[in-house]
């Protein structure tokens, strides 16, 4: 395993360094140093720091599957070309540093105003994300690099507030200030939304996740030079009022999440909404119904895409029939904690949803039967129908399918009004890890070495149904079913034992 991963990252630096010491595209920059002002610069600027490896901002950087380490530990002085150091981009005609990615870079420390970072002036892209730069504020010089395209200054505990000057960065396309929702961490706010945002007509990219703007959301209303904008994600910013109408002009991602939207949702696009992936507008205050316009509807435009591959509608207090364009996502579909109303469909195109991993409708006022194409799509790993009306048998899955079903590892059909026995099938769900089909109408035996087959489970649970548990002995069952088994034994009141 190790051997493979250095040998991987052997190549890897092989086929990084070859092109410069054997055919340069530009055979006079492997002889050039790069400047020396920048050098010093960035010199100064690692040496203005402190390397933290138990930062846990560096924790939040795994998490997210980046792999923590102090990119400028490697940084020398005397006669290096800092073009090759870690993290530094240089134009090689200029040999001009234009990018500069020290993220989860186990940095800490604070970035003064006259910090030498600030003199880097050829930067194109910064992405200083993930480091501990608290208890400081975003300096105002970060508004003086002029060619800057993506400034990356996510998750680095910075407080206070945005400074005004960020509007100043005329070419920006990319800015990314998110922060985790960490409890007890001061915060960063955005107080000057509609000026930074307004300014910055060449955005294509904002993520301010969880940074504090608090602001109405029809004031917003203005933002229309928002219109070249591919992703937003504004979750937990703590906007309140009415969704604004120009969020429908987003060609690509739309994370509104965690605010105070409130009113009706209308799906309301005109012109990008068929190009749109990804979208959330999970915790929000809406009433009523997903009601889409007049104009979309007519055109289809929003049920005839399979663009669409992500939505998530988690406690938006949305009641009314379960839209069938719902069934033309591809990939992601969170309705937890609603008023669905409505039947699931017997038959779908299933190649439709060879992509679908996570399907989540519990906690809504659905009912008719359980389909069993759920059972045997590809790519499912989560399929949660919990707290609904659904009634009937449990289809027996069609033989073979569970093949196909290497990756479900989470079931959970408990709080319905599901009757009968459970069918043979489901115990070859062989990656199953959790199943809950509690507070149903389930009847029958169920032998526990039934579920042998199933290495992986770890929480079963049949309470409060009608079922009979007919143990043998105790050797002959996985230790995880075993677990499984005290589990039933405690809980499980209505079962006979
Ligand atoms: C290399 O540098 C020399 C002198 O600076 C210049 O005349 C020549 O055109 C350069 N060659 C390339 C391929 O850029
Ligand atoms: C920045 O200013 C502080 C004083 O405010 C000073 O101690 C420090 O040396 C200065 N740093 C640089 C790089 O000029
Ligand atoms: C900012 O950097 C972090 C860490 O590298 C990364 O996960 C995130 O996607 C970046 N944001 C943008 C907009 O590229
Ligand atoms: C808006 O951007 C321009 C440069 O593109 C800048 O001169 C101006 O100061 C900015 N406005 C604000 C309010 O920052
Ligand atoms: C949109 O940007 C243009 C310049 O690109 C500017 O003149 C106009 O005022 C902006 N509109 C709004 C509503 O901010
Ligand atoms: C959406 O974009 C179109 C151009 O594609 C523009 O005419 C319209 O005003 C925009 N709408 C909003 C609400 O920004
Ligand atoms: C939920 O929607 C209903 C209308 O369907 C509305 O009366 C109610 O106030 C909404 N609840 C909340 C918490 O907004
Ligand atoms: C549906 O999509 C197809 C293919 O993208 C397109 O040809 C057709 O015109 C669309 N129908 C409507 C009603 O938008
Ligand atoms: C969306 O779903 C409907 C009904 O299942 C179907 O008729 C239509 O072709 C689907 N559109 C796409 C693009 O998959
Ligand atoms: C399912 O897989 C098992 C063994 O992995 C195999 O014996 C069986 O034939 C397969 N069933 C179908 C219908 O492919
Ligand atoms: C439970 O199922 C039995 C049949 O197995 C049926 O007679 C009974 O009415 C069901 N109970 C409820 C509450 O649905």
Known sequence: MGYLLRLSLCLLCLSLHSPLTTSSPYP????????????????????????????????????RGQVPYAKTASWKAAGSDCCQWDGVTCNPLTRHVVGLDLSCGELQGTIPMNSTLFTLRHLRSLNIAFNDFSPSRISPQFGRFQRLKRLNLSNCFFTGKVPLTIAQLPQLASLDLSQFDFVGIAELEMPDFNVIVRNLTGLRELYLDSVIVNSEATKLSSLTNLSSLMALSLSGCEFFGPLPVWIWN???????????????????????????????????????????????????????????????????????PLPTWIWNITQYIDLFNNHFTGELPSMVDKSKFSQLTSLDLSENLLDGEVPSWLFSLPSLQMLNLANNQFSGQLTVIEDGASNNTALLDFINLGGNMIQGSIPNSFFELVSLAYLDLSSNNLSGVVKLDMFCKLKNLKDLILSYNGLSLLTKSKSTIGSNVAFAQDYISRHAPLAKI
């Not at 006079?28 to 960035?42: G, K, P, V």
């Not at 994370?255 to 929000?284: A, C, E, M, W």
């Open 250 to 320: 987003i060609t690509q991602e739309i994370d509104l999440s965690y605010n105070q939207f409130i009113g009706r949702t209308t799906l309301n696009g005109r012109h990008n909404l068929p190009s749109l992936k990804v979208l959330s507008l999970s915790f929000n205050l809406f009433s009523g119904q997903l009601t889409i316009s007049e104009d979309v509807a007519s055109s289809s435009s929003l049920m005839n895409r399979s663009s669409l591959m992500s939505l998530s509608l988690r406690s938006c207090n949305i009641s009314g």
């Open 28 to 63: 006079n920059s492997s002889a050039q140093l790069c400047h020396e002002d920048e050098r010093f610069a960035m010199l100064e600027f690692k040496n203005s720091l402190a390397i933290d490896v138990s930062s846990s901002i560096s924790q939040f950087c795994a998490w």
